[in-house]
C-alpha cells in the first residue's frame, strides 16, 4: 500500500471549515483514499474514502487531484468535538487488507 | 445495529501475569482486526481473522501473544507472560466481507497497564 504524508498538526477556530491535507504520490490505479479519526483514547472513526471522484457525506466532503496525488479532507463547520487525530490511509479494496495507520495529523479546534 | 465490542475496557495487571482481552464484532462481519497502540507510537496492526482462520498474523510482536476466533464470532487475545513494553490500548474492528465500502468499525479499546 502507498505510503501518505500529513502535517503533524493544524488549527482551525470553531465554526471555520478545516481543511486537511495528505500527500499520497505513489497510489496506485486500484488504491482507495480513507480517511479516519480518533478523538482522544477511543478507538478510530471511520470518516470517508473516495477512488478519484470527490466524495461527501454528513461528516465531510474529500477531494481527490485529478493525478490523485494529493487529496484534501474538509469538515466544513469544525466543532470543538472535531478535535482529534486524522489519518489519511491508501488502501487497495476488499476487506482483506489491513489499515496501515501513519502518525496523522493532529487538529485542534479552538474557540 | 450493536457496535464492536471490548472487554475490559481497562486492566492492570502486573508483569509475569497473564491478561485475556475479548473483542465482539458486529454480527454478520467476518473480517475481525485487532491493533495495538504504545504510548506515543503509531497505530500498529497485529492480526486479521477471516471468520475463525488468521489471514494474516504478520504484526504479532512474538509468541506471548495469543488470539483465536473460535466459531468466526467473537475473538480473544492472551497475552502471556505479559511483559512492561506491553502496555498500550489494544483496539479491534471488523468489517463485512469483500470491499469494505465503509470501512472498519472499531471498538473503544481496552487499555491495558503492566506494572
Known amino acids: 500500500d502507498a505510503k501518505t504524508t500529513q502535517p503533524p498538526s493544524m488549527d482551525c477556530a470553531e465554526g471555520r471549515a478545516a481543511n486537511l491535507p495528505c500527500n499520497h504520490s505513489t497510489i496506485s490505479g486500484n488504491e482507495y483514499v480513507y480517511w479516519y479519526r480518533q478523538i482522544h483514547s477511543q478507538g478510530p472513526q471511520y470518516i470517508i474514502h473516495g477512488l478519484k471522484n470527490n466524495e461527501t457525506n454528513e461528516m465531510a466532503s474529500l477531494i481527490i487531484t485529478e493525478d490523485r496525488k494529493s487529496s484534501t479532507l474538509i469538515l466544513p463547520h469544525a466543532t470543538l468535538r472535531d478535535t482529534a487525530v486524522y489519518y489519511c490511509i491508501v488502501k487497495s479494496g476488499g476487506g482483506y487488507n489491513k489499515l496501515i495507520f501513519g502518525a496523522g495529523t493532529r487538529l485542534a479546534v479552538h474557540p | 445495529e450493536a457496535g464492536v465490542t471490548q472487554f475490559p475496557s481497562h486492566s492492570v495487571i502486573e508483569k509475569g501475569q497473564t491478561v485475556t482481552l475479548r473483542c465482539d464484532p458486529i454480527?454478520?462481519?467476518?473480517?475481525l482486526y485487532w491493533y495495538r497502540r504504545v504510548m506515543g507510537k503509531e497505530i500498529k496492526f497485529l492480526l486479521h481473522?477471516?471468520?475463525?482462520?488468521?489471514?494474516?498474523e504478520s504484526g504479532m510482536p512474538n509468541n506471548r501473544f495469543l488470539a483465536e476466533r473460535t466459531g468466526g464470532t467473537y475473538s480473544t487475545l492472551k497475552v502471556q507472560p505479559a511483559e512492561l513494553e506491553d502496555s498500550g490500548v489494544y483496539f479491534c474492528?471488523?468489517?463485512?466481507?469483500?470491499?469494505?465500502?465503509?470501512?472498519?468499525?472499531f471498538g473503544s479499546g481496552t487499555r491495558l497497564t503492566v506494572v
Open positions: 474492528a471488523s468489517s463485512h466481507r469483500g470491499f469494505s465500502g465503509y470501512g472498519y468499525t
Open positions: 454480527s454478520g462481519h467476518d473480517n
Open positions: 481473522f477471516v471468520k475463525e482462520s488468521k489471514q494474516d
